[in-house]
């Protein structure tokens, strides 16, 4: 099973790599572009077929490693 975690900045957190983006961007012009948000994304291939479980086992890893929660949001997908 594949399990893809998003992990993105909560808002109202300054995200200096998203405006160096959208700096660079704009730079190169396109001037369409508002805003960028920058994150990551990761993808797990897990053993098993039981997709609560996975997803309990992805939620803990998000928690304790993947995301900061502080300041971070994430979304898990599984296929």
């Given amino acids: 099973m594949k399990a893809r975690v ?8 300054l995200d200096p790599q998203g405006k160096a983006v959208h700096h660079a961007l704009q730079g190169l012009g396109f001037a ?3 805003d960028v948000r920058q994150g990551k994304f990761i993808e797990l291939e897990l053993d098993g077929s039981d997709v609560e479980k ?4 992805v939620k803990e890893m998000c928690e304790k ?5 502080v300041i971070e949001d994430y979304s898990i997908e599984l296929a």
Wanted: net charge positive.
């Fill in 6 to 13: 998003h992990v993105t900045l909560k808002n109202g957190v």
């Fill in 32 to 34: 369409g572009v508002n």
């Fill in 54 to 57: 996975a997803r309990a086992e």
């Fill in 65 to 69: 490693l993947l995301a900061n929660t």
